[in-house]
């Protein structure tokens, strides 16, 4: 497999989780590059579910050593409650196994607070954050008055920078929001409780990475979010707060681009998403609430309802052309099963005019509708198929039209949340 970048082609929720399960079976290491604990990668291996919002999705398999990048912000008490479920389970018996950068940036208590205070205080016009402290935390970092997991180790220094930074942010608390300040001394004694915790795993993973390279190992870079959230090509102002498509693998984890073999865009058969911001092919009828109910689309994160649409090909196209897709894994096939027929967007509308890419303006995208290519659907159950021809013929002329549009091979399909519920149709690896 060499060394290979999964990301979302949509807007999250794609089930990278359990590709990046799957595919480590087989890799010697996994990657988380970016985001934080706002991201939720669900995994189902014999009807037991597992929900990972820090530590990389290969987990599950033993022989898989997961690194947090230093692309990721990291929450020390998610961490913290994460390896302890995972220990619970019987997945962690070698700690050694996570390892993270110390250039990792960390979620602080302030972060928390702000994200959720701007939130409140913007009423209808709210972006949909997860309130995690993503946004305020990387603002931090390129801020240059970040708290980095290397600092762990320095408490004197750390607490100064506390300090520094408390006496910015108590001021926006007290001044802009009317609310309480917060006291350094409750951040850093219950920070100095995670670190005990977290110090074993913290290293140089940019020295890691690169002697697994120069081993030959095989890599798996797993992404969070989706392309349509990413910072600077995504539904702008309705993004995360990092770069989510398949460049910042490399800034997020310390590797050079010429170490890169593949990138893998995992894509719901269907559109997604969570929170505000552009849907273009967003249903809200009897449709929508069927993907709803069968997809059981809920954030794995939040719990937020999903919203539900079909499958956007103008975003993906736009999606291949970012992050340079040489690979498509089709997932939450089996859902659209029992659908009288199946639209795909070939095209948008603006006042008249057809659009062929993304518009950048947001005014523009929200004015924006869906123009369709409508094709027959099917009734089977095809939650056991394990070849392509198990596939009704009007579901691998769905498939067909998807690869046809995109010009790019579908390399994998998922037709169900469980582990072996899924096969691959052209074999990169």
Not at 78 to 92: D, M, P, S, V, Y
Not at 170 to 188: D, G, H, R
Not at 193 to 213: C, G, M, S, V
């Amino acid at each position: 497999m060499s060394n290979t970048i999964i990301v979302g082609s949509q807007w999250g929720d794609e089930g990278k989780g359990k590709i990046v399960d799957i595919l480590t079976q087989n890799v010697d290491a996994v990657v988380r590059f970016q985001g934080g604990n706002n991201a939720g990668h669900t995994i189902v291996i014999n009807g037991e579910k597992t929900v990972l919002h820090l530590i990389p999705s290969g987990i599950h398999n033993l022989d898989c050593q997961c690194i947090i990048g230093n692309g990721v912000v990291l929450d020390a008490e998610i961490f913290c409650e994460e390896t302890e479920l995972l220990k619970n389970k019987g997945l962690l018996d070698n700690p050694d196994r996570i390892k993270i950068s110390d250039r990792c940036h960390l979620i602080l208590p302030y972060h928390k607070k702000l994200d959720n205070l701007r939130e409140d205080s913007m009423g209808q016009q709210k972006i949909g954050t997860t309130r995690r402290g993503i946004g305020p935390c990387y603002e931090d970092k390129v801020a240059r008055r970040g708290i980095r997991a290397g600092e762990l180790f320095y408490p004197n220094k750390l607490k100064e920078k506390l300090e520094q930074n408390l006496s910015i942010y108590n001021n926006y608390f007290s001044k802009l929001f009317n609310s309480e300040p917060i006291s350094v001394n409750q951040i850093f004694d219950q920070l100095m409780t995670f670190a005990e915790r977290i110090k074993p795993h913290i290293t140089n993973t940019t020295d890691l990475i690169y002697d697994l390279t120069l081993n030959k190992s095989d890599i798996i870079f797993e992404g969070a979010q989706g392309n349509n959230l990413d910072v600077d090509h995504g539904t702008y102002p309705y993004v995360t707060s990092s770069n989510t498509i398949a460049s910042n693998a490399c800034t997020g984890s310390g590797i050079g681009p010429t170490q890169i073999n593949d990138v893998y865009g995992i894509c719901k058969s269907y559109c997604t998403r969570v929170g505000g911001g552009p849907f273009v092919t967003e249903l809200t009828d009897d449709v929508g609430t069927y993907l709803q109910d069968k997809g059981h689309e809920f954030g794995a994160t939040t719990g937020r309802p999903r919203r539900c649409g079909y499958i956007d090909l103008v975003s993906l196209r736009h999606s291949a052309a970012v992050n340079g897709l040489t690979g498509l894994i089709i997932t939450k096939l089996d859902v659209l099963s029992g659908l009288k027929s199946i639209k795909v967007a070939t095209a948008y509308q603006h006042q008249g005019n057809e659009l062929k890419s993304v518009p950048s303006q947001i005014n523009v995208l929200e004015e924006c509708r869906p123009i369709y290519h409508e094709l027959p659907c099917w009734d089977e159950d095809i939650t056991k198929a394990k070849s392509l021809n198990d596939l009704p013929q009007a579901c691998q002329d769905y498939l067909s039209y998807i690869e046809n549009y995109l010009k790019i091979p579908i390399i994998m399909i998922s037709v169900g949340p469980e582990r072996g519920q899924d096969f691959w149709v052209k074999e990169n690896s």
